[in-house]
């Protein structure tokens, strides 16, 4: 017998809890009716009477009232079993609930809110987890917007009697809003996103002190949401305004970073399902045989385009809530270090990767070893440790986020963080997960500035000097990293302020005296100068790493603000400028001059994007001086420094902030010539970057706004508009209809628009949807640009023209047509048949001029059409009740679709 709870599959085996809750409804269904019996059940028939009832409100409905009066009437445990067999339900069931009993789920749940039983909290948070994040599907969607709509209407019980529920459900919500909040034009998605963000506001705004309670992490879900409107001014107060919350005990937000954020709510974001086969891996699977393991995860739980946002909860997870035993550690199973390179490497989303690494070194930022664990700031660690050397780009990439991160995530709060990064690495050292920092200060494969930075940091910690550098060996085998370091939290730090010039030398070239200590030091440089030339001709990879030396080594020496010793900045920079170019290497190449050029990225393998990376990540003045210089002897360093600052931020996580900007557009098109634009073209069609995104209505809104630009610049814009529609997932027909059903529009006004939306409709496929829009749209201006519409998909893809039109037709003849305000019930039967015949005849048939081809079919489609159009005033007058208003109305509408066929069958015989 098939279940009524699950489905299940033929080949699947009972499931055991199904099984004894059906067997107990079967046996006991008698008595589940009024007058129930008035016996004190024993223990065991207690136990049955609560599977049977539970079984009996999930599977009917309409007897669920019935069922809960008999479980109120024999309760004597505070519904605990009750509640303990309804998680088990949605630990081990919810998946593969039917929907009618998910409903029900929902419905109880209520119902038990309302009598405050034991365990309700447990019940609701393991519904939270059932929620999949990056999961758009209809059903969580619902589950979203159920559990949502529950908090809300059930707030004051919560408040009362399980405030560690609202807490877990704020930090649901906050998770599942950054990923809700990427997505656009989803009417359902807006109503939840509104449900969800009104729950949230609610809670921090009346119940802080209950916030306060999920700990840090609180700070590092709200960064996500910065860019919505409503979270704006919460997190202005929260760093700028504590008193605004009305929180006593809270008067900085170093406070929240203090507190450690407890295991239960990284649980939350983790299924059932999702928590036993991690912990399996990370129990179970030995190294080296876990490839197939991580294959199948993957395409479980991981597969599909916004999925990927769960790898920054399964991060948070793997640190903070699995702990493997000591036992565990020693053997040869596969470490936690090993499943997070894994997970970090399947990013593929820029913004995903760097929220993926702040949840990896989010803890180190805060650590105290009185307070924190040190099993959560191991992974990081021993990530760093065992790609070396093999994957020393990736060591790299890691310590530079870390360093980012302490320069940059909070500038007025830097104190906190470098105590608490310095306590993580000496915590680790202690307890002996690694024996020293050696392996990290000290090894040559990696970049000779991380590494002194990562020494300034450790010394600076013990109040000590920073030893000095020696002279920078460069071995053959160094391979450090080129790579754009990710800046999704990098702040505004404080730039230098630019000095003025000394003095001008007679050749007009600017001279600076930059004043280094140390006459070895010095020779040092001078040295590593003379022999760049050389090295750059046996391998250009390490002369660039020779002039990150000789740059390394200047800001060194900047730092010990020691001016025994002088060296000219003109002398240095043109001898380096010189051995580039004698070379064949250009230092700062205007970006005019990189188009075309794709054997190489010049923003990462460059001397440039030496020079500059420098500058960014160190804020030396010696290095801004050194710029300062270049630029005043012609070298374009503005042009590149602005371009590789909105490359580090468009990569880091603000692609998408450009979408559909007018400011930004008309800029485009007003600042690039035809050129430029035409490269761009190329571009979009290949999808590499996008303008207008996927939202029909910010789309047609920019439409409308330049109707009122110079023709020149809406040439401009039909221009990217037309390479980007066709290739995106934007709906067309809406904002063609918007265009023409907007209202009274200037012709004149609206010319290039118009000629741009025709061929706007040339370049995409004659879908049913786009057809059926173009065959409705009324005839008041532009009045031939359905027609030229149809005629243009005619010659260029007839078959899927005609199957379009037969499909509109089909509607015409089921519903309605979609800007008809009454239903419209025409009988076209001829008209589809004809249509049908259509498809069989080629177009050679038609412009011969055979009256057996398509030219008759249409024909007969027309007059058929045309006789529908006349018999339906009776139709709709006599049989449906319509005023003549609505009659009249229809029947023009209708007329349109003949007028619009007339015309192709006109195009087909010229």
């Given amino acids: 017998m098939a279940s009524q709870l699950i489905r299940v599959s033929s080949y699947e085996a009972h499931n055991q809890l199904e099984l004894s809750l059906s067997q107990a409804f079967d046996l006991l269904q008698s008595k589940l009716r009024p007058p129930f019996s008035l016996t004190i059940p024993d223990p065991q028939e207690y136990t049955l009477l609560n599977q049977a009832i539970l079984y009996g409100v999930l599977i009917e409905p309409h007897f669920a009232k019935i069922h809960i009066k008999h479980l109120h009437a ?52 393991s519904l939270m987890r059932q929620i999949v994040g990056g999961d758009f599907s209809d059903g969580n969607l619902w589950l979203c917007f159920e559990l949502a709509s529950l908090c809300l209407s059930k707030w004051d019980c919560l408040l009362q009697e399980k405030p560690v529920v609202l ?62 409107p409503e979270f704006k001014s919460i997190w202005k107060d ?15 937000i170093s406070q929240l970073y203090c507190i450690r954020t407890s295991t239960r709510y990284f649980l939350l974001r983790i299924t059932p399902e999702m928590e036993t086969q991690l912990r399996f891996l990370l129990t179970h699977v030995m190294l080296g045989n876990q490839k197939r393991y991580q294959i199948w995860f993957e395409n479980k739980f991981l597969l599909g385009p916004e999925r990927e946002s769960l790898i920054v909860d399964i991060v948070r997870f793997i640190c903070c809530a699995h702990h493997p035993s000591n036992e565990i550690i020693q053997s040869n199973i596969i470490p936690r270090w090993a499943v997070i390179g894994w997970l970090l490497a399947c990013c593929k989303k820029k913004y995903i990767e760097a929220n993926g690494r702040l949840a990896l070194f989010f803890d180190w930022l805060f ?3 009185k307070v924190d664990n040190i099993m959560n700031i191991e992974p990081a660690m021993l990530l760093m440790v065992c790609s070396l050397p093999k994957y020393v780009n990736f060591t790299h990439s890691l310590l530079e986020f870390l360093l980012l991160l302490v320069d940059n995530y909070d500038l007025d709060r830097k104190t906190i963080i470098l105590r608490g990064v310095s306590s993580a690495f000496n915590s680790l050292v202690q307890k002996g997960v690694v024996h020293s920092l050696d392996v990290l200060t000290r090894c040559d494969v990696l970049s000779p500035f991380i590494r002194e930075r990562l020494q300034n940091l450790l010394l600076n910690d013990q ?81 660039l790493q020779t002039l990150e030396a000789i740059l390394f080594s200047i800001v060194n020496q900047c730092n010990q603000r020691n001016t025994s ?49 420098t500058f960014i990540f160190s804020q030396n003045e010696r290095i801004q001086e050194m710029l300062l210089l270049w630029a005043r002897n012609g070298f374009p360093v ?41 490269e761009m073209q190329f571009q979009i069609g290949l999808k590499k970057f996008s303008l207008f995104g996927d939202n029909h209505k910010l789309v047609f809104h920019l ?187 229809c029947t023009a509408r209708l007329s349109i679709f003949y007028v619009h066929l007339l015309k192709i069958i006109a195009m087909f015989c010229m």
């Avoid at 807006?190 to 921090?204: G, H």
């Avoid at 109040?463 to 800046?487: A, C, E, F, I, Y």
């Avoid at 998408?656 to 800029?667: K, N, Q």
């Avoid at 005849?841 to 024909?859: H, P, Q, R, V």
């Fill in 367 to 369: 650590f105290n070893e």
């Fill in 238 to 252: 929260l760093v700028l305004s504590p008193s605004e919350f009305r929180t006593a005990e809270y008067l900085d």
């Fill in 638 to 678: 503005g042009a590149r420094l602005l371009s590789y600052a909105l490359r580090l931020a468009h990569e880091a996580y603000a692609a998408d902030l450009s979408i559909c900007e007018e400011d930004i557009i008309r800029l485009l098109v007003d600042k690039l010539d035809y050129v430029d634009l035409t």
């Fill in 703 to 889: 439409i409308k706004n330049s109707l009122n630009w110079n023709s020149v610049e809406q040439h401009k814009l039909w221009g990217l508009i037309r390479s980007e529609l066709p290739v995106s997932e934007v709906q067309v027909e809406k904002i063609i209809l918007e265009f023409f059903c907007s209202g009274k529009i200037d012709v004149n006004l609206s010319a290039i628009a118009a000629g741009g939306l025709l061929t706007l409709c040339s370049s995409c496929a004659p879908t049913s949807a786009l057809v059926g829009t173009i065959m409705s749209l009324p005839n008041n201006f532009f009045q031939d640009f359905a027609a030229a519409a149809l005629a243009t998909w005619a010659a260029s893809n007839a078959s899927m023209l005609f199957d379009s039109i037969t499909e509109f037709a089909e509607k015409l003849k089921s519903c309605s047509i979609v800007c008809l305000p009454i239903p419209l019930n025409l009988h076209l039967p001829a008209v589809l048949i004809k249509l049908e015949e259509t498809k069989a005849c080629s177009k050679a048939d038609i412009t011969s001029g055979s009256e057996n081809g398509n030219l008759l079919a249409f024909k007969y489609a027309i007059s058929e059409t045309a006789k529908a159009a006349s018999n339906c005033s009776w139709l709709w007058t006599t049989h449906c009740g319509f005023d003549v208003s609505e009659v009249q109305y």
């Fill in 565 to 613: 010793n002088s060296i000219c900045s003109e002398d240095l920079l043109s001898k380096i400028t010189k051995e580039f170019e004698s070379n064949g290497y250009r230092l700062f190449t205007s970006l005019g001059s990189l188009a075309g050029v794709v054997e190489c990225d010049d923003e990462i393998c460059s001397a440039t994007a030496v020079i500059i990376r």
């Fill in 463 to 543: 109040g000590k000097v920073p030893r000095d550098l020696l002279p920078v060996d460069l071995p053959g085998h160094s391979t450090q990293s080129l790579r754009l370091p990710d800046m999704s939290c990098m702040g505004n730090s404080t730039q230098p302020t630019q000095e003025q010039f000394t003095s001008e030398g007679d050749d007009g070239l600017s001279t600076r005296v930059v004043v280094v200590p140390g006459g070895n030091e010095v020779d040092s440089i001078e040295r590593l100068v003379e022999s760049i030339g050389d090295i750059i001709k046996e391998s250009y990879a390490r002369g």
């Fill in 167 to 228: 807490t877990s459900a704020l930090y649901t919500f906050l998770r599942l809003l950054a990923d809700h909040c990427r997505v656009s034009n989803n009417l359902k998605l807006e109503m939840l996103r509104q449900m969800e963000i009104e729950f949230c506001v609610k809670m921090l705004r009346d119940q802080f002190q209950l916030c306060l309670k999920i700990g840090r992490d609180l700070v590092r879900l709200l960064q996500d949401l910065f860019h919505v």
């Fill in 74 to 125: 024999i309760v004597i445990d505070g519904y605990k079993l009750f509640l303990s067999l309804l998680v088990g339900i949605v630990n081990e069931l919810y998946g593969k609930l039917v929907d009618s009993v998910k409903e029900q789920l929902i419905w109880v749940t209520k119902e038990m809110i309302d009598v405050s039983a034991t365990g309700i909290d447990s019940l609701l948070v």
